[in-house]
């Protein structure tokens, strides 16, 4: 279903560096990788699953369309990287899913008379509390 090879040649890769504390190890090495993709240019990708990305993943893409995704959760570049890439292909996994449509079930006749029957002794009770009639 997915061509993650040809997924994967449309992606672009840059490394910086990552914030927070480390030390001097932080100051000199570009460990945090970020990666880019633009669902607009992807040749991967038809119209309608184009057009369902976009809509599933519009709050995480830019005005131009394009999916921004960092990491910086290990000192290693390549750990980053595969980290990175695991979550890219998770989120264009989940957003070209097409939810379940749910089919309304018919209401089992046993639940409807358990129902009504508590319904009346409820009435029952309460009527029983009034004082009775005199006529």
Known sequence: MLNKDALFQEL???????????????NKVSSK?????NVFE???FNEVL??????????RLTKEGVLMLQ?????SQHKNKELVIKRFFELIKNGLLIPKRRIPTK????????????????????????????D
Not at 33 to 37: A, R
Request: proline share 3%.
């Open 107 to 134: 209401i089992p006749r046993a639940v409807i008379k358990k129902r009504l029957k508590s319904k009346r002794n409820l009435s029952d009770k309460k009527a029983n509390r009034r004082k009775p009639d005199v």
């Open 33 to 37: 990788v970020e990666l880019t993709f």
């Open 42 to 44: 992807s040749s991967v």
């Open 50 to 59: 184009k057009v369902r990305l976009i809509n599933k993943l519009q709050n």
């Open 71 to 75: 990491c910086d959760e290990s000192r």
């Open 12 to 26: 672009t890769f840059k490394a910086v560096r990552s914030s927070g504390a480390g030390g001097q190890h932080v």
